[in-house]
């Protein structure tokens, strides 16, 4: 009987280091949409007013995004992030040890639910659809009340390819001709719920800003986010089909945003005299932001510890900051930073991602 329909019960999506055959789950995962785009250009000529052909100058390039809910560290490992505050969370992919991954999209039979039916998940009648060669191009956290904090993956590869089982060759394939690369075999090891927390909790999240003309302390944060835009350059030569190389582009500039209701405006000088702005052209700090995103726990003492994860952007500068306030609703403030990403043991312009952390 044809399969009707495939839902997210019966999809697990797994991620694996170039060259190796054994993927790792990723867990609490929300979406995730794949695709390719093919771009052609026409051939014309004199005499002829159609196109005598439709050609393609460059490989289609093989799009992937997909979100889950923070957990505890464990998708970021997977996908290549260092958990550090001696090193950068890019470093293993700036370095290139980690910069290309496999992701595999496992799909159950129809009607089980891939996490709890193992035998089933892989058993002969899965199906399995491989993107091969992918590079990480963005990495992005939010988190705001009344919601869970997620993060939000796009990736670009060389190659899809789809599989009547769970095991196969990679999709990994030869950048000169495109032909596969057929010496490693994968096998879809056995989907699982995870081993972490269920998920991070917006009444658990913990952020202190000072020095940018509001009481931090008074500060009522409402959201946040942290995007990290990690473009790259595809790196192209003669005799080649597909791109030899796709390496990252620099500089890499990360941005942060935090809204919240204003309780107190900080200020010093009551006297007149004082210039916010020249103090800032002049002085020009740069800050240091720490979102810490504490444990699931039945305490209610607001202790927040231990953190499950802890995002550190050090080196950020303000960029804007923008006040709003009109009848009914509770006055506002939107702060913009952004902070350039150093090399990989820069630390004091870089993005660090910790987790399993006793104090802020």
Do not use: W
Not at 209 to 231: C, E, H, R, T, Y
């Amino acid at each position: 009987m044809a399969r009707k329909r495939v839902i997210y019960q019966s999809e697990a999506l797994f991620v694996a280091p170039s060259g190796s055959g054994s993927p790792t789950q990723l867990h609490r995962v929300q979406s995730a949409n794949y695709g390719f785009d093919i771009s052609r250009t026409d051939v014309n000529q004199y005499g002829q007013v159609g196109a005598i052909d439709r050609v393609l100058l460059e490989a289609p390039t093989v799009n992937l995004d997909f979100s889950y809910y923070l957990n505890s560290g464990q998708n970021e490992s997977a996908l290549g992030f260092v958990l550090s505050n001696t090193r950068s969370a890019f470093a293993e992919i700036m370095t290139g040890k980690k910069d290309l991954s496999n992701y595999f999209i496992l799909i159950s039979p129809e009607g089980t639910d891939a996490n709890i039916n193992a035998f089933e998940a892989t058993g002969v009648n899965s199906r399995t659809i491989g993107i091969g060669m992918g590079g990480i191009t963005s990495y992005s956290v939010e988190a705001g009340v009344g919601t869970l904090p997620t993060a939000t993956v796009n990736a670009e590869g060389l190659n899809m390819k789809f599989y009547p089982a769970s095991t196969g060759y990679l999709p990994e394939i030869d950048p000169i001709n495109g032909s596969g690369l057929n010496d490693v075999i994968f096998k879809i090891p056995t989907p699982n719920s995870g081993d972490g927390y269920s998920v991070l909790r917006p009444g658990d999240i913990l952020l202190n800003v000072s020095g940018v003309g509001v009481n931090a302390s008074d500060l009522k944060i409402q959201s946040f986010s942290i995007n990290a835009d990690l473009p790259r350059d595809s790196i192209q030569k003669l005799g080649n089909k597909f791109a030899s190389f796709r390496e990252l582009t620099y500089p890499i500039t990360l941005t942060a945003t935090v809204e919240a209701i204003v309780g107190d405006i900080a200020g010093t000088d009551t006297l007149g005299g004082g210039n916010a702005l020249t103090d800032l052209i002049c002085g020009d700090a740069a800050y240091t932001l720490a979102f810490n995103l504490g444990a699931p726990s039945t305490n209610c003492d607001n202790s927040y510890t231990p953190y499950a994860l802890k995002y550190t952007i050090k080196g950020a500068r303000l960029d804007s900051q923008s006040f709003s306030s009109s009848i009914g609703d509770n006055k506002s403030v939107s702060l913009k930073f952004s902070a350039p990403i150093g090399g990989p043991t820069d630390l004091n312009n870089n993005l660090f991602i910790e987790k399993n952390i006793t104090s802020a």
